[in-house]
Nanobody, 121 residues
Framework: QVHLAESGGGLVQAGGSLRLSCAASGSIFSVDEMAWFRQAPGKQRELVAGITKSGRTRYADSVKGRFTISRVNAENTIYLQMNSLEPGDTAVYYC???????????????WGQGTQVTVSS
């Protein structure tokens, strides 16, 4: 069994900062790409940022220059540093990981339960 544990959400004023973290645990052989997605009320879930095991990153255009994703491979953990937050960033943020559960097997996608980020104007 595997588990993605997210933390760090909350309420912040516009212009403020928050740091999210997500740790993958359980019977895992290796972890490929890990990413943050978000879903605002009435909207589709969208990619915020992703990072590979080698450290290659990708970002949604809406967060470039404000958010930074980072990773500690030894801990199967990723972080999302969110600066200059805007009301439009309000959403439930989900951690997603491509997990290799056994040697030689293809990765499987797993999701965390989500953490609420609310930015007040």
């Amino acid at each position: 069994q595997v588990h993605l544990a997210e933390s760090g959400g909350g309420l912040v004023q516009a212009g403020g900062s928050l740091r999210l973290s997500c740790a993958a645990s359980g019977s895992i052989f290796s972890v490929d790409e890990m990413a943050w997605f978000r879903q605002a009320p009435g909207k589709q879930r969208e990619l915020v940022a992703g990072i590979t095991k080698s450290g290659r990153t990708r970002y949604a255009d809406s967060v470039k220059g404000r958010f930074t994703i980072s990773r500690v491979n030894a801990e199967n953990t990723i972080y999302l540093q969110m600066n200059s937050l805007e009301p439009g960033d309000t959403a439930v943020y989900y951690c997603q990981a491509d997990l290799v559960l056994n040697r030689g097997k293809s990765p499987v996608s797993r999701w965390g339960q989500g953490t609420q980020v609310t930015v007040s104007s």
